[in-house]
């Protein structure tokens, strides 16, 4: 499966964004999706994961709050809103994919990664 992440920019900090993931595939709703982001020189973090048959979602703790994952399967989408983001949130976030049917998941797919920058 093939991942499109996009919306990302340049935001004011205590603004709001939304990520877009597209999938290429209609089986996409069998996947788990999840984001992640990575800063320049440190290692990708795990933000979301979505569980595939349910709406279950799971955060890390660092975006818990702020961060809601969703998706919409007949748009094979899946969505990041990021509210009250701050410039700790600068990064570059990633979609992902999972065949594995159990939480934790491991990822086989990604996106291409969409730039977002938070501004003081």
């Known amino acids: 499966v093939q991942l499109q992440a996009s919306g990302g920019g340049l935001v004011q900090a205590g603004d709001s964004l939304r990520l877009s993931c597209q999938a290429s595939?209609?089986?996409?709703?069998?996947?788990?999706p999840g984001w992640f982001r990575q800063v320049p020189g440190k290692e990708r973090l795990f933000l979301a994961a979505?569980?595939?048959?349910?709406?279950?979602?799971y955060y890390a703790d660092s975006v818990k709050g702020r961060f809601t994952m969703s998706r919409d399967n007949a748009k094979n989408t899946v969505y990041l809103q990021m509210n009250n983001l701050t410039p700790e949130d600068t990064a570059v976030y990633y979609c992902?994919?999972?065949?594995?049917?159990?939480?934790?998941?491991?990822?086989?797919?990604w996106g291409q990664g969409t730039q977002v920058t938070v501004s003081s």
């Open positions: 992902a994919a999972s065949a594995s049917h159990y939480y934790p998941y491991e990822f086989h797919f």
């Open positions: 595939r209609r089986t996409f709703s069998r996947y788990a």
């Open positions: 979505m569980n595939w048959n349910d709406d279950t979602t």
